[in-house]
């Protein structure tokens, strides 16, 4: 009896041990301490990781430039180590890579921030992974004034997101004399769809209290949208907040969380996750949420050092396919762990 006993606690001991590691990285790959890395995406099958990684400076003329790399992982072989390939590097004349998304033909694309002299502004760039060169993936630029980075006036998107449902690009950023915006770009015409952001309740501030706006939606039917958004308020109140919208004014459906961005869908639509700071300030938490139950859970910790990748900017985390694993980019590190239920 004893002796079962025995056998019993250690068989559990076991399985908590085993629910322990589970919370850590499976697999890991390092690009080494010069570099930064962000926007980390999955590919539609499964078998691709791609993210950017930002880092050496060159100077050329009056302006300094940042380089920044996409890589990509292969995934097609299981229990084997694949090294990531190198796929372009851009620098910001030539429309430095930021916010990467796949394509549901299985091509890579990318928002390329262009800075120049005269002018700065972004278009969205698409490339195969056994491509030589990117191509244009609509004929047309936009404006979006980021926050961050060395030069006041080159121009990036806050947060892109592929709605693979629709086939259509969802993207947010702001410009200084207009502010805040969120847009729907219709890929196969190349026309420009723009949403109001909404004066959340309680809210008497200006039509610019709203910033760093970030966002997930799905148009599968385009009469009831799914929108997630995530924004920095700038009024008496402050901090952060993320809510659901069911229509295109974006107005607040429910209130999900009064802090996170980059909110991501999981492919089932079960769970939401989002990008929260931790209350030192030092890291960020990978937040995963039962849109059934409402718990919550941070599911993996990472460096906030993405932040100062810039322009390397976008969501440094990827639900997989099947949604039973993330993969997110923290400090010099890729890494994929397994969401358990």
């Known amino acids: 009896m004893v002796k079962r006993s025995i056998l019993l606690i250690a068989a559990v001991l076991v399985l908590a041990l085993l629910h322990a590691q589970g919370a850590k990285a499976t697999q890991t790959w390092d690009m080494g301490s010069g570099s930064v890395l962000s926007s980390v995406v999955w590919s539609p099958k499964g078998d691709c990781l791609a993210f950017i990684a930002a880092g050496d400076e060159s100077e050329e003329g009056e302006h300094s430039l940042l380089n920044a790399g996409i890589w990509t992982i292969s995934l097609a072989k299981r229990g084997q180590p694949s090294r990531p390939h190198w796929l372009i590097t851009r620098t910001r004349k030539q429309g430095i890579p930021v916010a990467l998304f796949w394509l549901s033909n299985g091509r890579l694309g990318w928002a390329a921030a262009h800075f120049s002299e005269w002018e700065s502004t972004f278009g969205f760039t698409q490339m195969g992974v056994s491509d030589k060169k990117p191509k244009r993936l609509v004929n047309r630029n936009f404006d979006g004034v980021q926050g961050t980075g060395e030069d006041a006036g080159w121009s990036a998107p806050e947060d892109v997101y592929f709605d693979a449902s629709s086939g259509n690009l969802l993207f947010s950023g702001g410009i200084l004399s207009y502010g805040t915006y969120v847009r729907i770009l219709h890929i196969r015409d190349g026309k420009v769809q723009n949403l109001s952001l909404p004066r959340l309740p309680g809210e008497s501030s200006p039509d610019d209290y709203l910033s760093s706006v970030t966002l997930w939606g799905s148009l599968k039917d385009f009469r009831k949208p799914v929108f997630y958004i995530a924004a920095s308020v700038n009024s008496n109140t402050g901090g952060m907040q993320l809510w659901r919208s069911d229509s295109y004014s974006l107005k607040q459906t429910k209130l999900i969380s009064t802090s996170g961005s980059f909110p991501r869908v999981s492919p089932d639509g079960k769970h939401l996750a989002w990008l929260e700071m931790s ?32 322009p ?8 997989s396919p099947d949604g039973k694993k993330i993969a997110y980019a923290d400090g010099s590190r890729v890494k994929i762990i397994t969401v358990r239920p």
């Open 279 to 310: 209350g030192d300030g030092k890291s960020y938490g990978v937040v995963i949420y039962n849109l059934g139950t409402g718990k919550r859970r941070v599911l993996a910790t990472l460096a906030s050092s993405w932040t100062d990748s810039s």
């Open 312 to 319: 390397g900017i976008g969501c440094p985390y990827s639900w």
